[in-house]
């Protein structure tokens, strides 16, 4: 079966800070995809990086930038100077099958 | 514009009665979902769609249907509202398994 554990379930941060949200999965797949989507306080769900069970290069944008290693089956989110625009609910999500597995998401917030 | 739109936005609707939520796309997207959002239990799958006419049970399909007729269209009907089924709803679309998901802005129902 597959699964997604965001151990944190909310952040309280300082403008500035970095902050790192963890996502660690279990799948038996050898061909997957990893996703990060943002919720923030409006509440639409935004869809922020895909990537691939083949690709583990990081990848940056911006401020934001992404550590995949499947050595330890983790694909975790870091934000680099945070801003208040980042407060926002944070999901992982794993896929590779009809239906994306959603870890229960971390709720960061950026204080000024 | 992301092609995907739901209706109604809010609904507040009476205990026993039937409710009928709409997804609508434009992207000719294969894939449809419908999950709820609940706090502590973060996106829950209801049922998707993979085309017309096909349809699957997600983890949380109880008291729920829906229906797929054309691509364009999934709908979600709660055959007998009751009051946990008050929460937020989203749609989603998927062109195919490679990528992720994007979703609609919400429904948010709730049960009196």
């Known amino acids: 079966a597959q699964k997604v554990t965001q151990a944190q379930t909310e952040i309280s941060v300082v403008e500035k800070e970095d902050v790192t949200l963890d996502c660690v999965y279990e799948?038996?797949?050898?061909?997957?995809?990893l996703f990060w989507y943002k919720q923030p306080p409006s509440g639409e769900l935004v869809f922020l990086i895909r990537?691939?069970?083949?690709?583990?290069q990081n990848e940056i944008s911006g401020r934001y930038s992404w550590n995949f290693q499947k050595s330890t089956s983790s694909f975790n989110f870091t934000i680099t100077a945070s801003q208040v625009v980042d407060s926002a609910v944070y999901f992982c999500a794993l896929g590779g099958s009809e239906k994306l597995v959603f870890g229960k998401g971390m709720k960061l917030t950026v204080n000024p | 514009d992301a092609g995907i739109t739901q209706s109604p936005r809010h609904k507040v609707t009476e205990t026993g009665t039937p409710v009928t939520l709409r997804c609508h796309q434009t992207e000719n997207h294969r894939y449809m979902y419908w999950y709820r959002q609940d706090p502590g239990h973060g996106l829950r799958l209801i049922h998707y769609?993979?085309?017309?006419?096909?349809?699957d049970k997600g983890e949380v399909s109880d008291g729920y249907s829906v229906s797929r007729s054309k691509t364009e269209d999934f709908l979600l009907t709660l055959e007998s509202a009751t009051s946990s089924q008050t929460s937020v709803y989203f749609c989603?679309?998927?062109?195919?398994?490679?990528?992720?998901?994007?979703f609609g802005s919400g429904t948010r129902l709730t049960v009196v």
């Open positions: 769609s993979y085309g017309v006419k096909d349809t």
């Open positions: 799948t038996r797949d050898t061909t997957y995809y």
């Open positions: 989603a679309i998927r062109p195919d398994l490679n990528y992720g998901y994007t």
């Open positions: 990537r691939n069970s083949f690709d583990e």
